[in-house]
Structures are given as structure tokens and as C-alpha cells.
């Protein structure tokens, strides 16, 4: 079983809807969750990042921890056809020592 | 602030054949990781420095896969033989610290034929 398990997708919707992306992981060590965005032919960039569970909002990104169940997500409001890209669930553990441990990316496309 | 630079961009080597990557961080940044992506995989770290330090390598193929980060700033890593398991992006981030933001280049995209 991979540590970290996301749906590669593709997920089409039509721009303007709310899209949601989700990722489960095993490992209950993990305490620092990230979501990256990476366009066609570019490095991955970071979009968000919280820390243990709760919420956390970022103009028309929400990302939500529930740790109790080992999983994550994305929303993202008012999609936009520039929202169209590979998203990457990311997450680490709590010492310096630990590496990040990236999902396989889900492909996102939004229709004009 | 200009961003994190690799070169080169493509390249397409037959099995068995070496090759070299070069990555140049974002100034002032020491920590500097290597990553190897797969074709619908996320990025897998290979070797991570501090300065000029090896930090973690514990997944970088030792008997093939070497990188070095001479004078704490450019690294190069390398390849020799190449296999034909070893086509995907490389990717090198960096970031001011251990547990600070990575900032990811655009990658060096490999096809081993």
C-alpha cells in the first residue's frame, strides 16, 4: 500500500464550479499537509499548506485535515479555465529529518 | 528573484550512455533537493544537501546516480549508466531552510532509448 494514495484523475467540470480533490494516506505520523499545483512543463508550485487538522482558506482555495480519518482535500471555488493543471497532494512528518512524501497527482481540466 | 535554473531542458540518451544534470538554487537558499518524477507519479526524492552537506540520499540509486554540490550553491547530478527505467523529469527545488518552502525549477526532462 502507497503511503500516500490520490485519484490520477482526469476530473473535467465546467468553469465556475466547485471542484474538490482529495488524498488518504496511511502513515499517522504525518503532521504537515500540502497541496502543489503543477502546470504542463513546469516545476511543481506550492498552493497551500496547514498544518495537524482543521481548515484553511486562501482566496478561493479551502484546504481541509482530517486526521482522525487520514484525509485530505482541496476545494476550490469559482474554477477558472487558468485552474487547469495536475494538483499534488503532499505531506511530511514532524522532524526536521523528514522528507516530503508526494501523491501521484490528479489532472485537473476546466471547460471554458 | 529570479527562480530555480536547470539545464538542460530535454535530453534524449540511448541505455547505457551518461549524463549530467545542472541545477542553480534561488541565492541565498541552502538547502537544495533533487527529485526524479515519473511519467502519472509524484516527485520522489533523491538526495537532499544542506549547504554543501549530503542531508539524505537514502533513495538515490548508489550504484548508478551520483550529485554533488560543490561550494554550497550549483549542484550537478549524474547519471552513468543510464537504464532505460531512468526516463522521467528531474526536478531540483530549494529552500532557505530545512523545513521552509521548496521552490521547484522546471525540470530536466529525460528519455532513455
Same mark, same amino acid.
Given at each position: 500500500q502507497k503511503e500516500v494514495e490520490q485519484d490520477p484523475g482526469p476530473l473535467s467540470v465546467p468553469e465556475g464550479a466547485i471542484v474538490s480533490l482529495n488524498c488518504t494516506y $496511511?502513515? $499517522?505520523?504525518?503532521q504537515y499537509f500540502m497541496w502543489y499545483r503543477q502546470y504542463s512543463r513546469k516545476g511543481p508550485e506550492l498552493l497551500m499548506y496547514t498544518y495537524s487538522s482543521g481548515n484553511k482558506e486562501d482566496g478561493r482555495f479551502t484546504a481541509q485535515v482530517d486526521k482522525s480519518s487520514k484525509y485530505i482535500s482541496l476545494f476550490i471555488r469559482? $474554477?477558472?479555465? $487558468?485552474?487547469s493543471a495536475t494538483y499534488l497532494c503532499a505531506m511530511r512528518g514532524g522532524s526536521s529529518a523528514s522528507k516530503i512524501i508526494f501523491g501521484s497527482g490528479t489532472r485537473l481540466s476546466i471547460r471554458p | 528573484e529570479a527562480g530555480v535554473a536547470q539545464s538542460p531542458r530535454y535530453k534524449i540518451i540511448e541505455k547505457r550512455q551518461s549524463v549530467a544534470f545542472w541545477c542553480n538554487p534561488i541565492s541565498g537558499h541552502a538547502t537544495l533537493y533533487w527529485y526524479q518524477q515519473i511519467l502519472g507519479q509524484g516527485p520522489k526524492l533523491l538526495i537532499q544537501f544542506q549547504n554543501n552537506g549530503?542531508?539524505?540520499?537514502?533513495?538515490?540509486?548508489?550504484d548508478r546516480f551520483s550529485a554533488e554540490r560543490l561550494k554550497g550553491v550549483d549542484s550537478t547530478l549524474k547519471i552513468q549508466?543510464?537504464?532505460?527505467?531512468?526516463s522521467a523529469v528531474y526536478l531540483c527545488a530549494s529552500s532557505s531552510g530545512v523545513q521552509e518552502t521548496q521552490y521547484f525549477g522546471p525540470g530536466t526532462r529525460l528519455l532513455v532509448l
Amino acid at each position: 500500500q502507497k503511503e500516500v494514495e490520490q485519484d490520477p484523475g482526469p476530473l473535467s467540470v465546467p468553469e465556475g464550479a466547485i471542484v474538490s480533490l482529495n488524498c488518504t494516506y $496511511s502513515n $499517522s505520523a504525518f503532521q504537515y499537509f500540502m497541496w502543489y499545483r503543477q502546470y504542463s512543463r513546469k516545476g511543481p508550485e506550492l498552493l497551500m499548506y496547514t498544518y495537524s487538522s482543521g481548515n484553511k482558506e486562501d482566496g478561493r482555495f479551502t484546504a481541509q485535515v482530517d486526521k482522525s480519518s487520514k484525509y485530505i482535500s482541496l476545494f476550490i471555488r469559482d $474554477s477558472q479555465p $487558468s485552474d487547469s493543471a495536475t494538483y499534488l497532494c503532499a505531506m511530511r512528518g514532524g522532524s526536521s529529518a523528514s522528507k516530503i512524501i508526494f501523491g501521484s497527482g490528479t489532472r485537473l481540466s476546466i471547460r471554458p | 528573484e529570479a527562480g530555480v535554473a536547470q539545464s538542460p531542458r530535454y535530453k534524449i540518451i540511448e541505455k547505457r550512455q551518461s549524463v549530467a544534470f545542472w541545477c542553480n538554487p534561488i541565492s541565498g537558499h541552502a538547502t537544495l533537493y533533487w527529485y526524479q518524477q515519473i511519467l502519472g507519479q509524484g516527485p520522489k526524492l533523491l538526495i537532499q544537501f544542506q549547504n554543501n552537506g549530503v542531508v539524505d540520499d537514502s533513495q538515490l540509486p548508489k550504484d548508478r546516480f551520483s550529485a554533488e554540490r560543490l561550494k554550497g550553491v550549483d549542484s550537478t547530478l549524474k547519471i552513468q549508466p543510464a537504464k532505460l527505467e531512468d526516463s522521467a523529469v528531474y526536478l531540483c527545488a530549494s529552500s532557505s531552510g530545512v523545513q521552509e518552502t521548496q521552490y521547484f525549477g522546471p525540470g530536466t526532462r529525460l528519455l532513455v532509448l
